[in-house]
């Protein structure tokens, strides 16, 4: 109504499609006036989608890179890939925030095109490592999916081996046919699957034998509990432990993420884990210093 929730057409129309919004969550069929404090948060939200849909176009996406170094921690050999984005109206926002609207915006879509690419043109420069992009369950499920991941791959002429995509266990473990199928075409192409976030949502263990997956990402919950209490370190050793035992059964390694204490470094060495990411060992970087490192890395041999 105007002034009240208002002055201007597109605030009205905006303040109005904020209330629809809660009528909708409600059960749909009724009238919503607009409440201010109420739906700022969704105003928030549909502000940021707005800015996200020009972000591409403008240049505002950009990545960094965070190296996976062996047990050792002396010898890079995968890195993932982090989106990040600095609007110009909204300065710099996490991806933890913008990554979930991107999902259910569908904006996932294009901006998960985008990285892929950026990250078979990197892996030109770093030829003997892998390199990690996540991927959300929008993307997986879409249409022809794995034609546009070997489209990327053709216009950069990056080999499928180079390439490993993240996907989180959530979305794996479950029994969905489609993604079983997609998994398949990835794993077919010759692109590992690595599993994110490993051990945070149902981890189904019986399902894991199925599936063609390379590497199993452990969550940090897991690697943040050797540093908790006896019985914490304990237990969380024994699954780990299994799950690298698992590993050597099932052929595939494990990755361990979010390190950021020597001495949980070297336990989850003494458990076998296979490789390891996290603070400890680097920081997220902008991909020029980390093509830096790289060859800094090889020239000391
Ligand atoms: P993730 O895939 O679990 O990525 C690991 C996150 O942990 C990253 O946060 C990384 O910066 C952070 N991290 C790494 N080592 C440490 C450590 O030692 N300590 C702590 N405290 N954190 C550490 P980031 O970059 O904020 O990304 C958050 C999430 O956003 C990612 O979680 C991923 O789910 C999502 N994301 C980021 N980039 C992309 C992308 O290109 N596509 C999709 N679909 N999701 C992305
Ligand atoms: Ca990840
Ligand atoms: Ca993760």
């Given at each position: 109504?105007?002034?009240?929730?208002?002055?201007?057409?597109?605030?009205?129309?905006?303040?109005?499609?904020?209330?629809?919004?809660?009528?909708?969550?409600?059960?749909?069929?009724?009238?919503?006036?607009?409440?201010?404090?109420?739906?700022?948060?969704?105003?928030?939200?549909?502000?940021?989608?707005?800015?996200?849909?020009?972000?591409?176009?403008?240049?505002?996406?950009?990545?960094?890179?965070?190296?996976?170094?062996?047990?050792?921690?002396?010898?890079?050999?995968?890195?993932?890939?982090?989106?990040?984005?600095?609007?110009?109206?909204?300065?710099?926002?996490?991806?933890?925030?913008?990554?979930?609207?991107?999902?259910?915006?569908?904006?996932?879509?294009?901006?998960?095109?985008?990285?892929?690419?950026?990250?078979?043109?990197?892996?030109?420069?770093?030829?003997?490592?892998?390199?990690c992009v996540n991927i959300s369950v929008a993307q997986l499920i879409y249409p022809g999916?794995?034609?546009?991941?070997?489209?990327?791959?053709?216009?950069?002429?990056?080999?499928?081996?180079?390439?490993?995509?993240?996907?989180?266990?959530?979305?794996?473990?479950?029994?969905?046919?489609?993604?079983?199928?997609?998994?398949?075409?990835?794993?077919?192409?010759?692109?590992?699957?690595?599993?994110?976030?490993?051990?945070?949502?149902?981890?189904?263990?019986?399902?894991?034998?199925?599936?063609?997956?390379?590497?199993?990402?452990?969550?940090?919950?897991?690697?943040?509990?050797?540093?908790?209490?006896?019985?914490?370190?304990?237990?969380?050793?024994?699954?780990?432990?299994s799950l690298v035992r698992l590993g050597k059964t099932g052929h595939f390694t494990i990755?361990?993420?979010?390190?950021?204490?020597?001495?949980?470094?070297?336990?989850?060495?003494?458990?076998?884990?296979?490789?390891?990411?996290?603070?400890?060992?680097?920081?997220?970087?902008?991909?020029?210093?980390?093509?830096?490192?790289?060859?800094?890395?090889?020239?000391?041999?």
């Amino acid at each position: 109504m105007y002034p009240r929730d208002g002055i201007s057409c597109e605030d009205l129309i905006k303040h109005a499609d904020s209330a629809m919004y809660d009528i909708k969550k409600s059960g749909k069929n009724n009238i919503a006036v607009y409440n201010k404090s109420v739906h700022s948060i969704f105003e928030q939200q549909q502000d940021i989608v707005h800015e996200l849909a020009l972000a591409i176009e403008r240049n505002e996406l950009y990545y960094e890179v965070q190296p996976i170094y062996d047990n050792t921690g002396s010898r890079i050999i995968k890195a993932e890939m982090l989106m990040r984005w600095n609007s110009e109206k909204l300065g710099s926002i996490p991806p933890a925030q913008f990554i979930p609207l991107a999902e259910s915006s569908g904006l996932i879509i294009q901006m998960g095109w985008w990285i892929l690419n950026q990250g078979c043109l990197l892996s030109a420069s770093v030829p003997d490592i892998k390199i990690c992009v996540n991927i959300s369950v929008a993307q997986l499920i879409y249409p022809g999916f794995m034609d546009g991941v070997n489209e990327i791959l053709r216009e950069s002429s990056a080999a499928p081996s180079s390439l490993a995509l993240e996907i989180t266990e959530t979305f794996i473990l479950q029994n969905n046919p489609i993604i079983a199928d997609v998994m398949d075409e990835i794993s077919g192409a010759g692109l590992d699957i690595i599993i994110d976030d490993f051990g945070v949502g149902y981890s189904n263990y019986d399902r894991l034998k199925n599936l063609p997956i390379a590497c199993i990402k452990i969550d940090k919950v897991f690697v943040d509990s050797l540093l908790g209490s006896a019985i914490d370190q304990e237990y969380t050793k024994e699954i780990i432990g299994s799950l690298v035992r698992l590993g050597k059964t099932g052929h595939f390694t494990i990755t361990a993420e979010g390190i950021e204490a020597v001495s949980q470094l070297e336990a989850l060495r003494e458990l076998g884990c296979h490789s390891i990411q996290g603070y400890l060992l680097a920081r997220p970087m902008l991909p020029a210093n980390f093509i830096k490192i790289v060859q800094q890395s090889y020239s000391a041999g």
